[in-house]
């Protein structure tokens, strides 16, 4: 096939038997309505956000079980072809789910696990969601895969694109931390920084995908099959834990896909009757200095303010979030909350669990714990109930946030005196 499409105008026909997997249409998660599966995003009846439906054959723990240690092993699940496998991609996925005692002990919590996915192949949980999106746009024909990024994505997409050979250009926010920026550079020359916040490089984004044709920008007019690969996340703590969900959850929030997706995730694990049906509670984090879906959480609203963003979390920098109204929803249905933390207890968060866990998080995980630990504080987490913390990031990317409070405890002559007189002996 060579025609080139990523248009809203392509129909099923230019795509291969089996394109998407098990996956049906595009249902709209406001009305229902369906469309066809291709490079679509809103809804043509509502304008609302459209998501993957599946016709999802019978799922076999065992089956999951001896598939590859990676994503690929819910393949099933997900909007991919049954020989996703053999094109090139970063394989992200099954990474550790740590039981954190000691960050419990110093908390309170009677039992709690870190999630850690900094170790994925550019170290946030983005490059799940990139996997996903990269079949896609194979699918799809794209000549160009691209982003517009608070960091992590921009690093993710770089990466995959250059591990499948196709083209990438990915957009940033010209503040950036220097090394999110040298971490997209190493990948792509096509680094382009953006005079504006992140919610500016998303517009700019949107009218490029609207001129250009052929160009899959992953979390635009991709933005369905990309979300997808955050249930993974979902799946693997469930796997991880012998098949059953955690009691609680805390999830960071930027535009708030990934907290939605991995609910959907516990959902259709129920459905699909991989583990039992039981209540379970979500838990959205942010930083107060970028935390619109935590304040319409605490003012009782449906309505989503956007904010400028002004925050050392910025992963987590999105003041206009597309999901937000979507993480309220579950957050409220399931009995959890949406909190906020200044920017000096995201720095005590990082800190926190690096000391405890041996853990280096960057800020957004910095404000996933703190968030966890004020949850504890102010009485709306249960300590005594099974709790999973999400770490998407790493540490090394968001030096800057930590590095005036930590260093050297003493400078020395390399003598032993000089040493015993530290007192560190
Ligand atoms: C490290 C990290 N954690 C969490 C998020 C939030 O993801 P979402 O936009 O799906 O809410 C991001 C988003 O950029 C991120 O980079
Ligand atoms: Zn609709």
Redesign the pocket.
Known sequence: MSTSVIDPATTSTGLRDGAFGNARALSCRECGHEVELGPHYACPECFGPLEVAYDFPTVTREEIAAGPRNIWRYKALLPVPGDIEESPNTEPGFTRLLRADNLAAELGLTKLWVKDDSTNPTN???DRVVACALSAARELHAKVFACPS????ANAVAAAGARAGIKTVVFIPSNLEKPKQVNSAVYTPNLVAVDGNYDDVNKLASEIAGEEDGWAFVNVNVRPFYAEG?KTLGYEIAEQLGWRLPDQIVI????????TKVDKAFQELIKLGLVEDRPYKVFGAQATGCSPVSVAYKTGTDAIRPVKPDTIAK??A?GNPADGIYVLDICRRTGGAVEDITDDEVREGILLLARTEGVFT?T?GGTTVGVLKKLIETGQLDPDLETVVIN??MGLKTLDAVADQVGPAATIAPSYDAFRATGLA
């Not at 608070?150 to 994505?153: A, S």
């Not at 960071?252 to 907290?259: C, D, E, I, K, N």
């Open positions: 946030s949980f983005k608070t960091g992590n994505l955050s960071p929030v930027a535009s708030g896909s990934q907290l992963s987590l999105i960057e957004a998407t990031g």
